[in-house]
């Protein structure tokens, strides 16, 4: 959907543009965390999300005379975010070296919505990682960006420049071929 | 309730999409079966990983703002204020132009019947339009008889307007704008070919409040208890989105139909916003409903056709002869009940020459722009609902 609005982000944006540089100061501090925890959860390496965030909001700093604000300005930032990390990743696709255990051992233990329904493979759960991780480029970002912010079809799809129903599709095949590669993990 | 391992129906479970019943039995599914626990673990467990927070460390503000060029914005005569300032004026500047292309041809058009002699001119004259004229004639104008009725309840049925965004109630002042001036804002900011296209046209006079989204680009009013009068243009075909590529390098732009709504300030008379929407057909209803619950040899639009029941049994299994129909009924623009049933003939099952009844089984759906429910199912047992 398309909308004309000013919001607080507009209202900061156009700060920036007059010169008022503690406006974007802001602006980061707003969804530097947002950003951080996708790029996070696409590359599995924190030295690797921070150096991306950096070049993430230079890019947004350096390119915000083109910000147009009918669109939501988080879309815009998780597009750019979307293109840096798609240029690092093509870098550094064949040099990663991910250690998945201490990702697991990162995480709270209560993961799990529904503690009742709690199926007893907690062993499991650093195949589940990196079959995440080994899912292809566009399935493992629409994954993301169906649940890390709780985005809905319609905010996906402006980052993506796809359809809302297109992306509704596209969340339901990544979760087959998820559901699918856990299943031939065989002994599960 | 039938259940069956249904990993369909297990992603709508986690997403929250199903009727409080249909949860219920889920649930129940869930705890006596294996695969779906473990399934079930899956996508719980994927979907809290990439939820469960992180943060980024206390030095990376500092370092993001020590390496921003804090002049880039604050020096006018740069190159870079320039770009800017273009950006800004970017839609003045193209409307600018194509008012200067229209001139020059306007102008040429002039000069070329001055330089004919007669009678070569009068039969210019006489087989094309003049150029001073209106370059389509044909635009109807704005009148109230294009304009349909909707009610306020209209409005907040509409799932595009969702409740916790936006607030309509009955306007009690009076404002400065009729419905035909409004009409003809909303006519301008569509354009006549959207105009003449639409299947049809309502307007509603309302008090609006956007409850996330107050402001408005450019102007200090604010979408609060604000008297707006609301356009809509119905079924049009508009082209999405076109420009930069998307995040997979491939550019999307295809036509939709879709309902443009205009919001025009009931006071002043000027546009404030327009949002525009794809329409939900009863195709759309039916598709969606058939892709959601993986229900194959249902035929997409209503109808009924023939075609084979796999009834079970020992591989490679029985094979019967049934029928497959689809049923819809609209309940408004953005909701279908979708019914799909299966008759099959009792003898099949039995041999060939037993006799038997004709039996059938029906699930029921409401399909909505966001959601599908099964509301109900039943009928006569077979040994396998073919799903």
Redo the contacts between chains.
């Keep these: ?7 607080n982000d ?1 209202i900061l944006v156009s700060n ?4 008022d ?1 503690d406006s ?2 802001l602006l ?2 707003k969804y ?2 947002g950003i ?2 996708f790029i ?2 696409m590359t599995y390496s ?1 030295e690797d ?2 150096d991306i ?2 070049e993430v ?2 890019r947004v ?2 390119n ?3 910000y147009d ?2 669109w939501h300005f988080s879309t815009w930032l998780y ?1 750019i975010a ?2 840096v990390f ?1 240029n690092h990743y093509a870098k550094k696709k064949k040099q990663r070296n991910i250690d998945y255990q201490k990702v697991l051992s ?3 233990d ?5 503690p ?4 007893e ?1 907690k062993e499991h ?1 650093l195949e ?2 990196k079959i ?1 991780d080994s899912l292809k ?2 399935d493992k ?1 629409i ?2 960006l169906k ?2 912010q709780g985005f809905s079809y319609r905010e996906i799809a402006e ?5 809302p ?1 297109n992306v509704r ?1 596209k969340v ?1 095949r990544a ?2 071929i ?2 699918k590669k ?1 299943n031939e993990l065989g002994e ?1 | 309730m039938v259940h069956r391992c249904n990993i369909e129906d297990l992603i709508g479970y986690l997403d929250g999409k199903m009727s409080p019943d249909a949860e219920n039995a889920m649930k129940e599914h869930i705890k006596r079966c294996e695969n779906c626990k473990k399934a079930y673990y899956l996508f719980s467990f994927s979907e809290g990983f990439i939820k469960s927070p992180c943060f980024a460390g206390n030095s990376v503000d500092k370092n993001i703002m020590a390496s921003i060029d804090k002049s880039r914005y604050k020096n006018k005569k740069t190159s870079l204020s320039i770009a800017l300032q273009y950006h800004r004026l970017k839609p003045v500047l193209k409307l600018t132009a194509a008012v200067f292309v229209l001139y020059l041809l306007l102008f040429s058009v002039i000069v070329y019947k001055s330089t004919l002699k007669p009678p070569y001119n009068d039969k210019i004259a006489v087989s094309s339009s003049s150029p001073e004229e209106p370059i389509n004639t044909n635009t109807p104008n704005a009148t109230e008889n294009n304009i349909e009725s909707i009610s306020i309840d209209d409005l907040r049925k509409n799932p595009h307007f969702p409740a916790d965004e936006y607030e309509f109630k009955e306007l009690t002042v009076p404002v400065n704008t009729d419905k035909l001036t409004a009409l003809s804002s909303a006519k301008t900011m569509v354009g006549d070919k959207s105009y003449k296209d639409a299947k049809k046209i309502t307007a509603i006079l309302v008090s609006l409040t956007n409850k996330k989204h107050p402001y408005i680009a450019g102007s200090s009013i604010v979408l609060k208890d604000y008297p707006v009068w609301i356009v809509t243009f119905y079924n049009l075909h508009l082209t999405t989105q076109g420009g930069p590529k998307n995040a997979y390098g491939v550019q999307e732009a295809k036509v939709v139909i879709a309902d443009t709504n205009v919001f025009i300030d009931a006071n002043t008379g000027e546009e404030l916003q327009s949002i525009s929407y794809s329409v939900f057909s009863q195709s759309d209803a039916i598709k969606k409903v058939l892709e959601l619950h993986s229900h194959s040899g249902f035929p997409d639009s209503p109808g009924k056709v023939s075609g084979i029941l796999h009834a079970g049994g020992k591989a490679p299994g029985l094979s019967i002869p049934a029928e497959f129909e689809t049923k819809v009924e609209k309940e408004s623009d953005w909701a279908y009940t979708v019914t799909l049933t299966q008759y099959w003939n009792a003898k099949d099952l039995r041999g060939p020459n037993s006799k038997g009844p004709v039996l059938f089984y029906y699930w029921k759906y409401r399909a909505t722009v966001d959601n599908v429910v099964e509301i109900d199912s039943g009928g006569d047992n077979t040994p396998l609902i073919m799903k």
């Design positions: 959907m398309v909308k004309s609005k000013l919001d507009s920036v543009l007059n010169g540089t974007f100061s980061v501090s530097r965390d951080y925890n996070y959860k924190r999300a921070e965030l950096q909001f230079i700093y350096n915000l005379y083109k604000n009918k597009r979307l293109n798609k990162s995480l709270p209560n993961l799990i919505n529904d009742e329904l709690v199926y493979i759960n589940i990682l995440l480029f566009e970002t994954l993301v649940h890390i980052i993506l420049k796809l359809s129903e599709i339901m979760k087959k998820l559901y856990f599960v």
